[in-house]
C-alpha cells in the first residue's frame, strides 16, 4: 500500500506539502497541487482516515440521527444530507431513534462514541435527554425538520443550529384555498402530538380558518400520529362526526394514505365527496385520481443545508446559533376540487405576504 512518503517522493515535493493538499489546510501553487494529485492517482494512495483522526482529533464522518427512514419524506432528506457530507469529503454514519426519547439518547450516544465529529438530529417529541446528553459532551448538532429551541435560551437566542421547512404558512394557505372553494367544516388529521411540526401546522391550520372568517371547533382536529395507520383512524372518527367535514387536511405523507384508505373503505370519492389537501408531496402523488393538490417541502435542500450549517459550526464552534427555515411550494392539482390543470401548478408560498402570488 503506497504511503504519503512515496507520494512525495512521485511529486518530488515534501510530505507536509503532501498534507496540505490533501487536507487542504494551506494553499498550495496549482502545478505542485496538480503534481501531488497525480501522484495519488498514479499510485493509488489512500489516507489513513484513522492516523489522521489521531493527528487532526477529526474523523471527518457526520452521525444523522431520524426516525421513520421508509417514509420517503426522510428519505430524500438522508439523500440530500449524503450528497452535500460526501461534496465535502466527509462520512455519514446514520441511526434511527424510532421517535422513541429512550431510543433517541441511546442512538445518539452511540453515535458520539464514533467520534463523530458532530451530528444532524430530527428530535422527538420529548427531546429532553437528548438536548441534555448534547450539551453536556459539547456535541456540535443541527436539529432537523423539527424545532426544539422555539424559545431559545434566556436572551431568546436559540441554543442550537435548527434546519426545517416553514409549516404554519402552508397550512393556513391549504385552509383558506379550501375555504375558497365554498367549504365551511375543514378536518384536520394532524400529527404526533409534541412536535413542533405538529403544534405550527394546527396553528396554520386555525389561522386559516380565522382568515376565512371561521370558527374553530376542537372536534374537527384529530391526531393521526404521524403515521398511515393513525390517518385511518383519524379520518374515520372525522367522518362519524354528526356532522362530519366537507374538506379534509392531511398533516404528513403518510397519514395522508390512511386517510385515503379509510375514504376508500367507506367507498367515498375525492373530491366528490370529500375534498382532500396534503401536506408533503411525494413521488406517486401525481399518480393518484384525483391527483393530489399538496405542500411541498424541499426535503433535499433541507437535509443539504442542515450540513451545511453543521460544517459551518465546526468552523467556527463560537458563532451564535440560528434556526433556518426553507420555503414551501404549493403544488396545485385536482384533490381539492379544482379542475385540471397540465401540467401541476407550483408555486411558491410567500409568507412575508401571506398569500400565493
Known sequence: MATMA??????????????????????????TRQAV?????????????????LV?????????????ISNPYFTEILQGVETAALEHGYGLL????HDDPAHERTAVQLLHERRVDGMIVAPSADPGDLVGYLQRHRVPAVFLDRVVDAEGDDRGAPRFDQVCADSAEPTRLLVT????LGHRRIGL?????????????????RHGLAAAGLP??????????SEASGGTRATEVLLSLAVPPTALVTGNNTMTIGALRALRDRRLSVPGDLAVCCFDDFAWADLFEPRLTAIAQPSREIGAEALRVLLERLAT?????RTLRLPCTFVHRTSCGCPEQHPSEQVPVRAEEGTVP
Not at 501522484?39 to 489522521?52: D, K, S
Not at 374553530?216 to 400520529?225: C, F, I, N, P, T
Open 177 to 180: 384555498h379550501l375555504a375558497r
Open 94 to 97: 446514520v441511526a434511527d431513534p
Open 6 to 31: 512515496d507520494v512525495a517522493r512521485s511529486a518530488g515535493v515534501s510530505v507536509a506539502t503532501v498534507s496540505h493538499v490533501l487536507n487542504g489546510t494551506r494553499p498550495v501553487l496549482p502545478h
Open 317 to 321: 464552534p463560537d458563532r451564535p446559533a
Open 56 to 68: 487532526t482529533a477529526r474523523t471527518r464522518s457526520v452521525g444523522l440521527a431520524v426516525s421513520a
Open 189 to 205: 388529521v394532524a400529527g404526533r402530538t409534541g412536535l413542533s411540526t405538529t403544534r405550527e401546522r394546527i396553528t396554520g391550520y
Open 216 to 225: 374553530y371547533d376542537e372536534r374537527l382536529v384529530v391526531h393521526g400520529d
Open 37 to 53: 494529485l497525480d501522484a495519488v492517482e498514479e499510485l493509488g494512495y489512500t489516507p489513513n482516515t484513522l492516523a489522521r483522526s
